[in-house]
């Protein structure tokens, strides 16, 4: 189900925001960090360390709020933090796992998971699984648009490409979760 926004309340959010408001700071938090999640993992295609790249998202729109001219830009603003912090913490991950493959990092990244009943688990890690398996180029617009509820106009906006090009990416997203899911029950 798509999200609803309402665009007004959320210009005098980040209006508030801008001038230092960290009460405002806080609700843009709260009301977004979803949205911000869905970035990241649409990017990373990964649920680890989720937490931590979000957290340094946050930082980063705190930090360069004043960046921001346009409160009406704010968006495609703050994807492109959320992206680029996501790509920086994929390629860390990376460096990480060199380093350890070579025996210059003696400890490994504990994954944390909900303490959830075994068939939510089992389901849940099999979904995960396969929008993870997804190239970048078809998980990232399949998580704004089937987690977060985005319109095809807006993420075709967003990531600069044609609607027609978006289309056919989620068509072939949507194909390959078919195909990695069609021998798991659900």
Known sequence: MP??????????LIESV????????TELVRTQDRWIRSIVFGV???ADALDDVCQQVWASVWG???????????????????????IDAGRDTTRR???????????????ATPDRD?????????????????????REP??????????YRQIAELMEMTVDSLETRLV???RLLREALKDRVL
């Open 3 to 12: 999200v609803v926004r309402d665009d007004h309340a959320e210009l005098l």
């Open 44 to 46: 990373r295609g990964r």
């Open 142 to 151: 399949f998580v704004l648009r089937h987690v977060h509820g985005w319109g």
């Open 118 to 138: 075994a068939c939510e688990r089992e389901r849940d890690g099999a979904v995960l699984d396969a929008v993870q398996s997804l190239p970048a180029i078809y």
């Open 18 to 25: 801008r001038s230092g408001d960290r009460f405002a700071f």
């Open 64 to 86: 360069r709020i004043g960046e921001l001219r346009d409160s009406g830009s704010w968006r495609s603003w703050t994807y492109r933090l959320a992206r680029n912090a996501a």
């Open 97 to 111: 796992r060199r380093a350890a493959a070579t025996g210059q990092l003696a400890e490994g990244v504990a994954l």
């Open 172 to 174: 072939r997203a949507r």
